[in-house]
């Protein structure tokens, strides 16, 4: 019998492949669902992310943002923030790494 991977709080890890498989199987978009943050990119020179709860850090080679649970960080150089709006962020310049945590 296999066991389900549980976080350190005993939660199961899987919640947000769930919402995601749910957003999939009702054909809306994953990030009107809560805990779920979508991000897309335009080759290693354009993010675009819904679900950014705000912004932690900010210079033109570092950005942190924080999504629902997880920060994101963006590395590269010059990072600047094109738009923040209602909780979609849209960061340019050059991209070298994309990281995340809890």
């Known amino acids: 019998m296999a066991k389900s991977k549980n976080d350190s ?4 890890e899987q919640k947000e492949s769930i919402m995601t498989k749910l957003a999939s199987e009702l ?3 994953s990030e009107v669902l809560p805990g779920v943050f ?10 675009v992310i819904d679900g950014c709860k705000g912004v932690q850090e900010y210079n033109d080679e570092r950005i942190i943002l924080k999504l629902n649970k ?3 960080t963006f590395l590269g150089l010059n990072l600047e923030l094109k738009a923040f709006t209602n909780e979609r962020v849209i960061i340019s310049g050059y991209i070298a790494n994309i990281g995340f945590s809890d």
């Open 38 to 47: 979508h991000m897309e990119l335009l080759e290693n020179r354009e993010a």
């Open 9 to 12: 709080k005993g939660k199961p």
């Open 70 to 72: 997880k920060t994101v």
């Open 27 to 29: 054909e809306v978009p």
